[in-house]
């Protein structure tokens, strides 16, 4: 074993979170200001606001009942951002500075559905589930108008751009369009076209026409003079979000003329653009594979020109409005990460793998994300190559994909295989060079593929797509579903663990059997080779990790301390110590010489599935089902450091305090001893003072100069010395000081007086009785006394 070559000074003892990449948008409504720099989303309770540049979230405003938000609107002019809650309650926010500037009731008798601002920044409409439409003055603060007439749920408001006109459209479950009037607070048409929910309402710049889109597969375009349905344009999709365009050519996305022209975004998952006049489709995005693609919002800053559109797996992808190319991609919600790794030769970036088809890379300085499209369903394991910039993923589709990341950080796919008759569950690369990668499969298989000698260097195949991989070996290794596959440091060797509750080792590349480790009671989700001895680690379903021999197969050690399945383990510090993440949520750091779980790090609320660490053993990186990625730093030097200067500190303090009560300087003493937050060393100081010719005036004086903060300090170990009989006279001292020259209102001001008060009075009642009882018992000893004295003899006669 290892433990020989490392010292104990090279263990680690404790990780701290150095970074969370949590969810920051789970659904609903998404924004941008005018300038593009800042991005509004809704998660639960809160409204996060991300800065674009970065992908760092500025801030994350909360109401104070922590409810749920149910919308929200910025107005035109930045200043002004206004949340709705599950409570009832509407608050406005001064957002930069992250405060409430005010906070009333919606009146509404359900929850507010939608709002919007009109465009002079002063008047709210709110769209209540109660079918009611109110308008509220955000400047001085009152209600101005309340519409009723809409069946079911509001869903949509508009304010007219002109604000002049002063009209507010609205449309509610009935498919249909209200348009009212504020001058008259009345409705003044009933605009029904649609036949199914309409999904937004939009306006040109002249304000003379209205653009709206719906779940019927079609766009209609209105005249605001007539309040008359212009042009139906079918659109061949379920529409979530219509933007009309300026009208100016954009030959990138085919518009030549100056028509009316406006942009769709709906569940075929693709944003296309349509000339309104002929009713033709003139551009439309690549459609890119997999499910959740769809897109759910779509919105346009024009101002900045910029494009945002929101996919149903919560991704967030930002466009140039002129030519639709990509500028930014966030990742807002992971659902369940089932795989991290480390990217890159310095661990500059990380990939997750979640609940999606779709990878996200992450680079942990700036935040950037970059999401990945290749597999067709869930992606299920990763792995990396040696040096970093090749990474593996296999998925449900029972495919695999190489990807190659360039040094700029951007990642393609540069090969693809499949064979697999089931979902391919886990992938491990080779570990010496780029050479070959192995899978195991949910029907129960383990396939070897080799990669080309040229593909690290290259990123496409001849035809201009990846390269495809065909598998080398296939072997039957299990009789259930393989769930980790590991390969040796030398790559002379494999591992696999399955579900039949045994792990076995082949020789490679031919994949013969060496061995079977059997000793599991229940299914093992994680294999893993030491670094630096023949041993294999193995993490199982009932609770343990075992670590075995691959000379002999036997069981060395058993390490239990989790409550629940131990789904990966790691080796770290040279193969001297494990770090294992479980379903209970908890990652622990195990001594395996002593078998001691050195540290538990609880920092997830759910199955922890992903554990990385990084190639200088400096971090790790854990993912779990609660969505969030974390990434852990080693402190266990910089906690030996601090410790070390805290024990050096407290030398030179104890000199100090020798020094002081040397030089009879006990104010100076008495302080120090209460900073250092010793009972004892307090005590020490208070009975030299005691052992002081003028001991009452001087603890009187040194006592009543001290500070509150430090009074109360004292008063809390009196507290502790008065519970013992040889201490209690120092503790009596001190609280007849205090108690003989501190008003009765001072010392009830006192932090925690109360509690101190209550341990004091019972002991010393107790100390007072037995001072009693040994007075009394003293003053029938002095009674004895006097009384067993013998008489005086008469004096003997003096012999003449």
């Not at 006049?277 to 919105?299: I, K």
């Not at 992938?427 to 192995?438: A, D, G, H």
């Not at 410790?643 to 030398?651: C, S």
Request: charged fraction near 20%; charge should be negative.
């Amino acid at each position: 074993m290892a433990e020989a070559a490392a010292g104990v000074g090279r263990f680690k003892s404790n990780y701290a979170v150095e970074r969370k990449i949590e969810p920051f948008y789970k659904g609903g409504k998404v924004q941008l200001d005018q300038t593009g720099q800042h991005l509004f989303c809704v998660c639960g309770t809160r409204v996060n606001i991300l800065d674009v540049a970065s992908g760092t979230m500025l801030q994350s405003l909360e109401q104070e009942d922590q409810e749920d938000i149910t919308a929200f609107d910025l107005s035109p002019d930045d200043k002004v951002l206004v949340t709705a809650s599950r409570a009832l309650l509407l608050a406005q926010w001064a957002w930069q500075e992250g405060s409430i500037t005010r906070l009333w009731k919606a009146i509404h008798t359900a929850p507010v559905a939608t709002m919007a601002f009109d465009p002079t920044s002063t008047l709210l409409a709110t769209g209540g589930c109660d079918g009611a439409v109110r308008v509220w003055d955000v400047v001085r603060h009152y209600g101005t108008h309340h519409f009723r007439g809409s069946p079911g749920v509001i869903h949509l408001v508009a304010f007219h751009p002109d604000p002049a006109r002063l009209l507010l459209f609205s449309s509610a479950a009935d498919t249909s369009i209200r348009v009212w009037s504020l001058q008259e607070q009345s409705c003044l048409a009933v605009l029904t076209a649609h036949y199914s929910a309409v999904t937004s309402l939009t306006f040109s710049a002249d304000g003379h026409t209205m653009l709206s889109s719906g779940r019927d597969k079609i766009c209609i375009v209105w005249d605001l003079q007539s309040l008359q349905a212009t042009r139906t344009v079918p659109v061949f999709e379920s529409v979530e979000a219509a933007v009309l365009l300026p009208e100016e050519p954009a030959p990138e996305l085919g518009v030549k003329s100056a028509g009316l022209h406006f942009l769709t975004a709906g569940d075929q998952g693709m944003l296309r653009v349509w000339e309104a006049s002929s009713g033709q489709c003139v551009h439309a995005q690549r459609q890119l594979p997999g499910p959740g693609q769809e897109l759910t919002h779509c919105t346009l800053a024009r101002a900045a020109g910029l494009l945002l559109s929101v996919t149903a797996d919560h991704n967030l992808l930002l466009y140039e409005a002129r030519s639709l190319q990509l500028q930014k991609q966030f990742a807002g919600y992971s659902e369940e990460v089932l795989d991290v790794r480390f990217l890159g030769p310095e661990d500059s970036h990380v990939v997750v793998a979640s609940n999606s088809p779709c990878l996200k890379v992450f680079e942990l300085q700036t935040s950037a994300c970059q999401i990945l499209h290749g597999h067709t369903d869930i992606v299920l394991a990763l792995d990396v190559f040696r040096k970093g910039w090749l990474f593996v993923s296999c998925a449900k589709d029972q495919s695999i994909c190489v990807w190659r990341m360039n040094k700029a950080g951007k990642v393609a796919c540069v090969a693809q295989g499949s064979g697999h008759t089931h979902s391919v569950g886990t992938i491990c690369c080779s570990r010496l060079k780029e050479t070959f990668l192995v899978t195991g499969s949910q029907d129960c298989t383990v396939k070897l593929w080799p990669l080309p000698e040229a593909l690290p260097s290259k990123s496409t195949g001849p035809d201009g797509g990846p390269v495809l991989l065909q598998a080398q070996a296939t072997q039957h290794c299990h009789d259930k579903d393989i769930n980790s596959v590991a390969i040796a440091p030398n790559d002379k060797l494999l591992a696999t663990g399955s579900q039949d509750r045994t792990a076995k080792l082949w020789a490679l590349p031919q994949c013969q059997l060496l061995g079977v480790f059997s000793g599991h009671r229940r299914g093992l989700w994680c294999v893993q080779f030491s670094p630096m001895d023949q041993v294999l680690a193995t993490a199982s379903a009932d609770g343990t990790v075992k670590l075995w021999a691959l000379q002999d197969f036997s069981c060395l050690k058993t390490f239990e301390g989790h409550d629940a399945s131990v789904l990966k383990v790691a080796f770290v510090s040279r193969g001297t110590q494990l770090l294992s993440s479980g379903s209970d949520g908890l990652v622990k750091l195990w001594t395996i010489k002593n078998n001691e779980c050195v540290r538990t790090l609880d920092a997830h609320e759910d199955k922890v599935w992903g554990l990385h660490c990084s190639r200088l053993d400096d971090h790790a990186l854990t993912g779990a089902s609660d969505s969030c990625v974390i990434l852990w730093k080693d402190v266990t030097e910089a906690e030996q450091a601090e410790e070390q200067a805290k024990r050096e500190e407290q030398v030179v303090k104890q000199q100090e305090l020798d020094n002081l009560l040397h030089e009879k300087r006990y104010l100076r003493a008495l302080g120090l001893a209460i900073s250092l937050d010793r009972p004892h060393t307090v005590l020490t100081v208070i009975q030299a003072i005691q052992r002081d010719p003028e001991s009452c005036e001087k603890l009187e004086a040194t006592v009543l100069q001290l500070r509150r903060d430090q009074k109360e300090a004292l008063l809390c170990f009196c507290v502790t010395w008065n519970t013992n009989s040889r201490h209690c006279h120092e503790a009596q001292a001190v609280l007849g000081v205090l108690l003989r020259h501190e008003a009765p209102e001072e010392l009830l001001a006192y932090d925690g007086v109360r509690a101190s008060l209550e341990a004091l009075l019972p002991y010393t009642e107790r100390h007072f009785q037995r001072l009693s009882r040994m007075l009394q018992a003293a003053t029938f000893l002095d009674f004895l006394w006097h009384n067993m004295k013998l008489p005086t003899l008469p004096a003997a006669p003096v012999a003449l």
